[in-house]
Nanobody
Framework: QVQLVESGGGLVQPGGSLRLSCVAS????????MGWYRQTPGKERELVAV???????NYADSVKGRFTISRDNAKNTAILQMNSLKPEDTAVYYC?????????????????WGQGTLVTVSS
């Protein structure tokens, strides 16, 4: 089975930067698009940034010019570099992957989510 593990969250002052990492692990799988989402209590999970297998990217309007998503296919890793952070960026950030699995117990396309990493932007 495929699992995603996020890391890099923490407390940062407004205007600061954080770098989030998402690593996919398992066996017998390929990843199409990968993305970062965020969620605060009482609100729906929202898309922050996505990157396709070919390297095309898309961003939420609220983070354009401040966040950058990238990936390392050899390491099955997606990175979200967050600069000029604002208090409204505070949320739990989740990694998402569109996965094609061919394992013994699961064959087909599936959506995989990480457990999330908390980002807090505060003075």
């Amino acid at each position: 089975q495929v699992q995603l593990v996020e890391s890099g969250g923490g407390l940062v002052q407004p205007g600061g930067s954080l770098r989030l990492s998402c690593v996919a692990s398992g066996s017998m799988f390929r990843i199409n698009a990968m993305g970062w989402y965020r969620q605060t209590p009482g609100k729906e999970r929202e898309l922050v940034a996505v990157i396709t297998s070919g390297g095309s990217t898309n961003y939420a309007d609220s983070v354009k010019g401040r966040f950058t998503i990238s990936r390392d296919n050899a390491k099955n890793t997606a990175i979200l570099q967050m600069n000029s952070l604002k208090p409204e960026d505070t949320a739990v950030y989740y990694c998402n992957a569109d996965v094609i699995s061919n394992s013994k117990n699961l064959v087909g396309r599936l959506e995989v989510w990480g457990q999330g990493t908390l980002v807090t932007v505060s003075s």
